[in-house]
C-alpha cells in the first residue's frame, strides 16, 4: 500500500494527496471510462480523509472491482491519475 502513498507524494506539487477527494476523481474516471453505462447510478460525498460513493449494490460491487484493479497495479493508477482532475 505505501507504493500508492509515493504516487501521490510524486504528484504533490500538483495539489495530490491521495485523500479521498482524490480518489474520487480517479473514481470518476473509472466510471467514465469502465462503466459509462452506470455515470448516472452514483453519488460521491469524499472527505479529506475518507472516500466515499454511494449507488445500487450491483454498482458499488462493479466500482469496487474497477477501483480495486487501478489500486493493485501502480502503473494503472498512475495511468487513471493522469487523466484525473484535482477537486
Do not use: C
Not at 507504493?3 to 466510471?31: L, M, P
Not at 449494490?57 to 487513471?80: I, N, P, Q, T, Y
Request: aromatic letters at 12%; proline letters at 2%.
Amino acid at each position: 500500500m505505501e507504493a500508492r502513498f509515493n504516487i501521490f507524494e510524486e504528484k504533490a506539487d500538483e495539489g495530490w494527496q491521495g485523500n479521498g477527494y482524490d480518489w474520487t476523481s480517479i473514481a470518476k474516471v473509472v466510471v467514465d471510462e469502465k462503466m459509462p453505462d452506470l455515470k448516472d447510478e452514483f453519488d460521491f460525498d469524499p472527505e479529506a480523509g475518507m472516500f466515499s460513493a454511494s449507488g445500487s449494490l450491483e454498482a458499488l460491487k462493479r466500482l469496487g472491482e474497477e477501483m480495486k484493479k487501478v489500486f493493485d497495479h501502480e502503473d494503472s493508477l498512475r495511468d487513471f491519475l493522469s487523466r484525473a482532475e484535482l477537486d
